[in-house]
């Protein structure tokens, strides 16, 4: 599944506004956010809930209540032979697998230029539950949504699945499902190329920012953090995209968002480098589901399950994310043990 990406010439925002670049090497300066090594093994459902999983120095503690899932099935079946009254069966049935997604987040979920195809890290754990569904990648109907639209699409029922750098929260868990967690970023922020601080000085953080308006998705954690610095005046946008453009025409001054993210941005603009220095949030992305269909989530834990111990992950990783973000880490392990 694993899939190379095209060497293209980095672009800016304001020419793929509409239609995202495809993936490149990161220009500017870039350090990766660390995977925490964990401690909390997997649990099956009737053990007690695990201790909270260590999180990278600085960052926001994610406990591991907030990161439990559904454990997957003892026995996966047989794709094209979903068990009957399943959640499975009504999208086998349907033909396909409908899924929330980002058309320009670079790396993760954007759209190829020259294909058309939206491809990405998250697209590729899609295209592994389509074949674990259908015997076949291939049947997925991605539906582009912005930041915002996570929670609604997925509570109304207008998508099966939403994978879109989608952060684990307990508050979210209230509203949807969580699959198990699939990677760990961290948020960060990007600025100018060689910007100093007003006494002359290396930004080294938010905090070296003070009157500066900065950027992130409204509906975001991002944006829910980037509110708790003092001094800094928030910029919503639809997506991280429209931050960058909004960069790049000088109307804000930086961007904030989780690493993978501004790996993308970085990577269309020359101008611009990640600020170095440790992430200030832990940010655990899961797959996005229903909460009635608990069942379904308990499949695509499966799905995870297998990429992670069969060495899919790790590919994907290495396709999309690697350049930017160094050699890939082990992949985060399950928590399991919360019940419907």
């Known amino acids: 599944m694993s899939r190379h990406r095209p060497r293209t010439p980095a672009l800016l925002a304001l020419l793929v506004t509409s239609l995202s670049a495809a993936a490149c090497s990161t220009a500017g300066v870039y350090e990766s956010t660390p995977l925490p090594t964990p401690t909390t093994a997997s649990a099956p459902p009737s053990s007690p809930a695990p201790a909270p999983a260590p999180a990278p120095s600085g960052t926001d503690v994610v406990t591991a209540n907030c990161l439990q899932s559904y454990a997957p099935p003892a026995t996966m079946p047989v794709p094209g032979k979903m068990p009957a009254g399943s959640y499975m069966s009504t999208i086998q049935r349907r033909g396909r697998l409908i899924a929330g997604v980002s058309s320009d987040t670079l790396l993760l979920g954007s759209r190829n230029p020259v294909s058309g195809r939206i491809e ?178 308990e499949f695509v834990n499966g799905v995870l399950a297998t990429l992670r111990a069969n060495g899919q992950w790790a590919r994907s990783y290495n396709t999309w994310l690697a350049d930017a973000l160094g050699k890939a880490p082990s992949p985060p392990v399950a928590v399991y043990g919360r019940t419907p």
């Open 120 to 297: 990405g890290f998250d697209i590729d754990l899609l295209h592994a539950i389509s074949q674990a569904l259908f015997d076949d990648p291939d049947k997925i109907e991605l539906r582009v949504i912005t930041a915002a639209q996570r929670l609604p699409v997925l509570k109304d029922g207008s998508v099966d699945i939403v994978a879109r750098n989608m952060t684990i929260t307990c508050s979210r868990w209230k509203e949807i499902a969580f699959s198990s967690e699939y990677y760990r970023s961290g948020q960060k922020v990007m600025v100018r190329l060689g910007e100093k601080t007003e006494a002359g000085g290396r930004i080294t953080g938010m905090q070296d920012l003070a009157g500066k308006k900065v950027c992130a998705p409204n509906g975001s954690t991002s944006m829910e953090k980037l509110r708790t610095f003092k001094g800094l005046e928030p910029v919503g946008a639809d997506t991280h995209t429209g931050c960058l453009v909004l960069f790049q025409q000088g109307r804000v001054d930086a961007i904030t968002g989780d690493d993978t993210v501004l790996a993308g941005l970085a990577a269309q603009d020359p101008y611009a480098e990640v600020v170095q220095a440790p992430a200030f949030t832990a940010e655990p992305y899961g797959l996005g589901v229903n909460r009635a269909n608990t069942d379904f989530v």
